[in-house]
C-alpha cells in the first residue's frame, strides 16, 4: 500500500457523499486493477436540497480541493480526471477551478438534469452519453466505470481532506450545513464526534421550541426528533431544522415527492410509479396508510438504484415519529 493510502486509511476518511464508504479502499480498489487506463471523477453533483458544504469547499478552498485531485491523478496513474458540478456551480466555479488546474488532464463538466444525475454510474453514463441514467451494480466503477475502465470516484469534501491528510493537517472533522428554522444558518467545519445536539449547541442553533431535524439531505434525508439526536451525524453533512407547530407536514412531504417525482430518471416501475403514487395521496389529502407502507415496502425492496431505494426515508421517518395518522389518517 502506497504511503498516501496508508495514510487515509490511518486517518479513517470516509466517503463524504453520503455512503460513508472508506476512502482508501476504493483508492486500492482502483490501484490494484490491472488496467492501464484509468480515470477519477469529482463529485461535486450536490443535487440534494439545503446541503451546501461542497460549494462552500470550492468557494474557499478550490486550490487545496484541485491539489487533492492531483495525488489521486499522480497515485492511479490517471488519464484524466473530471470535476462535475451543477449547474449553479459549474457557472459560478469552473474558471476558478480551471485555474487551479493548468497543466493538469483535468476537465470541469456540468451535471446533467435531475437529482439522479449525481449517482456515480449515472455520472459515468451521462459524461459518455450525455443521458443521465444509473447502471447496473456489480460491476462497481472501481472496476468498470468511465468508458468500462476502472474509475476512482469521490465527492469535493474527500478530495478536500485527502489534501489535508497528505499535509498532515486532518483533525477529524467534516463540513456541516445547518439550516431552515435557526438564527445561525451555513455551514461549518466540525469535529466529526461531536453529536447532532452538540453540533447545532456549538454553531448557536439548538432551538428553545419543539423542533425535529432531518438529517442528510432535504429530501431523502432522515427525520429524527430532539431526543434521538445524542448520536454523531452519519451520511452527508446536513442539519435542517423545523419548528414542529409552524411546520405543515403535508407541504413538507408533497416538496419531497415533487423533488423525487421530477429529480428521478423513469428507468424502473417501483420507483416512477411508487412515486407518482405517493404523490398522488399527498396532493389529494387522502391518505391511506396501509397502502402507503406497501408502496414504501415496494420502493425499499425493489427499485433499481439508491435513489428509489432511499426514497421512502423521509416519509417513512416523518409519519412513525411525529404520529402524522393519528391526524391525517384513513384505515
Ligand atoms: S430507482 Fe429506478 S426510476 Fe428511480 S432513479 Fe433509480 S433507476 Fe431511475
Redesign the pocket.
Known amino acids: 500500500m502506497s504511503e498516501i493510502v496508508l495514510k487515509i486509511k490511518e486517518a479513517n476518511l470516509l466517503g463524504r457523499g453520503g455512503a460513508n464508504f472508506p476512502v482508501w479502499q476504493k483508492w486500492q480498489a482502483v490501484i490494484s486493477n490491472s488496467g492501464s487506463e484509468k480515470y477519477i471523477i469529482c463529485n461535486g453533483a450536490e443535487g440534494e436540497p439545503d446541503v451546501e458544504k461542497d460549494e462552500f469547499i470550492i468557494m474557499h478552498y478550490a486550490k487545496e480541493l484541485v491539489e487533492g485531485i492531483k495525488i489521486a491523478i499522480n497515485e492511479i496513474s490517471a488519464k484524466k480526471a473530471y470535476i462535475y458540478l451543477n449547474h449553479q456551480y459549474y457557472s459560478k466555479y469552473k474558471d476558478l477551478l480551471l485555474s487551479f488546474s493548468e497543466g493538469l488532464p483535468i476537465e470541469v463538466v456540468e451535471k446533467g438534469k435531475g437529482?439522479?444525475a449525481g449517482?456515480e454510474t449515472a455520472i459515468c453514463e451521462y459524461i459518455e452519453n450525455g443521458f443521465a441514467?444509473?447502471r447496473q451494480k456489480p460491476p462497481f466503477i472501481s472496476d468498470k466505470g468511465l468508458w468500462g475502465k476502472p474509475t476512482l470516484l469521490n465527492n469535493v469534501e474527500s478530495f478536500y481532506y485527502v489534501y489535508k491528510i497528505s499535509k498532515d493537517e486532518y483533525n477529524d472533522k467534516r463540513f456541516v450545513s445547518i439550516n431552515g428554522d435557526v438564527v445561525n444558518r451555513g455551514t461549518f467545519e466540525l469535529s466529526r464526534m461531536l453529536t447532532i445536539k452538540e453540533m447545532l449547541l456549538e454553531t448557536k442553533n439548538y432551538p428553545e421550541f419543539d423542533f425535529f431535524v432531518q438529517v442528510g439531505g432535504g429530501a431523502e434525508g432522515l427525520i429524527m426528533l430532539p431526543s434521538e439526536l445524542d448520536v454523531p451525524l452519519s451520511g452527508c453533512g446536513a442539519i435542517k431544522v423545523f419548528n414542529r407547530s409552524t411546520t405543515d407536514l403535508i407541504k413538507l412531504m408533497q416538496y419531497w415527492a415533487d423533488f423525487l417525482n421530477k429529480?428521478?430518471?423513469?428507468?424502473?416501475v417501483?420507483?416512477?410509479e411508487g412515486?407518482y403514487r405517493i404523490s398522488e395521496m399527498i396532493k389529494n389529502n387522502d391518505f391511506n396508510q396501509k397502502k402507503l407502507f406497501e408502496i414504501f415496502d415496494v420502493?425499499e425492496k425493489t427499485?433499481?438504484?439508491?435513489?428509489?431505494?432511499g426514497?421512502s426515508i423521509p416519509f417513512r421517518s416523518l409519519i412513525e415519529k411525529l404520529n402524522f395518522f393519528e391526524k391525517y389518517g384513513k384505515e
Open positions: 437529482y439522479i449517482e441514467e444509473p429529480g428521478n430518471c423513469d428507468k424502473c417501483p420507483c416512477r412515486m420502493l427499485s433499481f438504484c439508491a435513489l428509489g431505494r426514497a
